[in-house]
């Protein structure tokens, strides 16, 4: 079994600000997870994996994830907003043997002010 | 490459009327997923398939039938709309292995509105 769970349905930064998204999972097999991001009326988009390589792994537009197995969780990361950056952003688990299927979080709308 | 692409990108049915909504993925994936995103509830899986001439329920599966009878290719079908299934429905499609491990590429969405 697994699920995510999203802290967090709305996060407002101003633009040149941290980004943080949490993210915490469950599974019962070694995770594989997964960052996406939805901009409005779009379909997802992949901003960054973990698939038991490194733990810190960077993605797209200058978003980093960091895998924690003790804290259970995967939180993404973004040094400086930009305004480009608002839109929604999803966290997802997955596994072996689970036909691929991933389980996603609810979502969290980041909103970036100027 | 086009990617996953889904047709048509918007439609409104009465209920009760019954209409079938296409995906199509040129990437030669084996896996093919269809969801559901309605507002604070992310991504709910409705059926999937693991190859050509395969199908399995997911999370939601109930009013859906779906069919892969090409690998490229994998429809939703809803027999008698309701309106609970006003939402926005995604393809996806995904390798089966390697570097591109279970990562999911999905299509533009269709918006469905049934009255």
């Known amino acids: 079994a697994q699920s995510v769970t999203q802290l967090g349905s709305h996060v407002s930064v101003s633009e040149g600000a941290l980004v943080l998204l949490r993210c915490n999972y469950s599974?019962?097999?070694?995770?594989?997870l997964f960052w996406y991001v939805q901009y409005p009326n779009q379909g997802l988009q992949l901003l960054l994996k973990?698939?038991?390589?490194?733990?810190l792994v960077k993605g797209i537009n200058g978003f980093e994830a960091e895998f924690k197995k003790s804290e259970t969780s995967f939180h993404l990361t973004k040094p400086s907003a930009h305004m480009s950056d608002a839109a929604e952003y999803f966290c997802?688990?997955?596994?072996?043997?689970?036909?691929?299927?991933?389980?996603f979080g609810d979502g969290t709308t980041l909103t970036v002010k100027p | 490459n086009a990617g996953v692409t889904q047709t048509p990108k918007f439609r409104v049915l009465k209920t009760g009327q019954s209409m079938t909504l296409l995906c199509a993925q040129d990437?030669?994936?084996?896996?093919m997923y269809w969801y559901r995103q309605d507002p604070g509830m992310g991504l709910r899986l409705i059926h999937y398939?693991?190859?050509?001439?395969?199908?399995a329920k997911g999370e939601v599966p109930d009013g859906y039938n779906v069919s892969r009878l090409k690998k490229q290719n994998f429809l939703l079908g809803l027999e008698s709309a309701a309106p609970s299934q006003t939402s926005v429905y995604f393809c996806?499609?995904?390798?089966?292995?390697?570097?591109?491990?279970?990562?999911?590429?999905f299509g533009p969405g269709t918006r469905l509105t049934v009255t």
């Open positions: 990437m030669n994936h084996e896996y």
């Open positions: 996806a499609s995904s390798h089966t292995g390697g570097e591109g491990l279970y990562e999911q590429y």
């Open positions: 997802a688990v997955s596994g072996r043997g689970n036909a691929g299927k991933s389980t």
């Open positions: 599974s019962s097999v070694p995770p594989y």
């Open positions: 973990y698939t038991s390589a490194a733990t």
């Open positions: 398939s693991v190859g050509e001439g395969t199908t």
